[in-house]
């Protein structure tokens, strides 16, 4: 398994950005693709945005389609999310999360490893 540690997160206002970092070891991302999921209070936790191990094709859910970016640099094994035009209702708990096994598109119950969280708050 591997183990993450994200940062990055705080409080900004509306309209502000934050880049969050997902740090990584005990063994390499490079075949895995690595995805960042958000939990609000009193919310499900949701997939925000994911990117494959293959030619880092990329996936985000509608509501941050063209806000945030999903990048990850396999020679630092980290893993990023930039999040520009921040909105109040982005603000939830982030986690970074990993599969254990090597699939292009890794359904929400494969990611078996995560991180403990930033918390992204946005004030209105």
């Known amino acids: 398994q591997v183990q993450l540690v994200e940062s990055g997160g705080g409080l900004v206002q509306a309209g502000g950005s934050l880049r969050l970092s997902c740090a990584a070891s005990?063994?390499?991302?490079?075949?895995?693709?690595m995805g960042w999921f958000r939990q609000a209070p009193g919310k499900e936790r949701e997939l925000v945005a994911a990117?494959?191990?293959?030619?880092?094709?990329?996936h985000y859910t509608d509501s941050v389609k063209g806000r945030f970016t999903i990048s990850r640099d396999d020679a630092k094994n980290t893993v990023y999310l930039q999040m520009n035009s921040l909105k109040p209702e982005d603000t939830a708990l982030y986690y970074c999360?990993?599969?254990?096994?090597?699939?292009?598109?890794?359904?929400?119950?494969?990611?078996?490893?995560w991180g403990q969280g930033t918390q992204v708050t946005v004030s209105s």
């Open positions: 005990g063994r390499t991302i490079s075949r895995y693709t």
């Open positions: 999360a990993a599969p254990r096994q090597s699939t292009l598109w890794p359904s929400t119950y494969d990611y078996e490893d």
């Open positions: 990117i494959s191990w293959l030619r880092g094709n990329t």
